[in-house]
């Protein structure tokens, strides 16, 4: 009977040890390792989604997603709270923690701006409904069109960097797809500079050092991506251009 009793009393002590042990930890604490969660400092800051279906995550560690995006009808939100790691901000919460992606920031401009078209030299080309690369859409037919007409741009909200172009009816191509080439529409090309034919066929050289207007883009033979200057024996070779004057 002594035993039992002893038995018993090492048993109830283990269990209140244990149970010690896992109270003390605090769940919020451990979900959020590493991040500080602060009120947003600047209350003039808000998050720009470029009215793209953002996701939005239950948790400020951007690991668990609720399902649901940003409405797309609203561009700007405010910015309730941020987490920071260090001085970096990890994430944004928009109120009763929704949770977004600050890489996810965009502003999305109308038209081609600078670019006449983008030219797709690569195998894989897949597109997105959104600029984010969020929902895929399918992929360009590539096997019978490389030259793309471009309709929306979306830019970088953090970095200014193009992040992806539409090339209508939302359906995105994003910048860091290989193979890609965003052609400009106006290029400066050095005197001497070789021109050709489509079809590989030299046909002399630039006489002057100058800003040329940009009228096409293609892919000739060994040449690569060239760009065509202004009639069918005036295609030179993109990357001897530059987008400032030398």
Known sequence: MQMKKWLFYILLTCGALLLGSV??????QASNAGLTI????????????????????????????????????????????VAKSGRVIKALD?????WVDPAYSRKVV?????????????????????CLGVNRAGSLDTDHYHEWRINKI????NTGAIA???LGNNQWLLAKTKGQYLIPKILYFQAGTLMF?????????LSATLPYKVFGATIVGYQGVSVKLGTENQWVVYQLGSTSPF
Not at 48 to 73: D, V
Not at 154 to 157: E, L, R
Request: hydrophobic letters at 30%; proline letters at 8%; zero cysteines.
């Open 23 to 28: 109270t003390n930890i605090n769940p919020a």
């Open 38 to 81: 602060v009120a947003n400092p600047d209350t003039t800051a808000v998050f720009n989604s470029g009215h793209q279906p953002t996701p939005i995550y239950s948790e400020p560690t951007l690991t668990k997603r609720t399902g649901l995006a940003l409405q797309t009808e609203i561009g700007t939100w405010p910015i309730v709270r």
């Open 94 to 98: 928009l109120g009763n923690n929704q």
């Open 110 to 130: 109308m038209g081609s701006g600078d670019y006449l078209e983008v030219l797709t030299a690569g195998a894989y080309n897949p597109i997105y409904r959104d």
């Open 154 to 157: 979306a830019y970088d909200g």
């Open 164 to 166: 992806g172009v539409d």
């Open 197 to 205: 034919t489509r079809t590989n066929q030299a046909k002399g050289q």
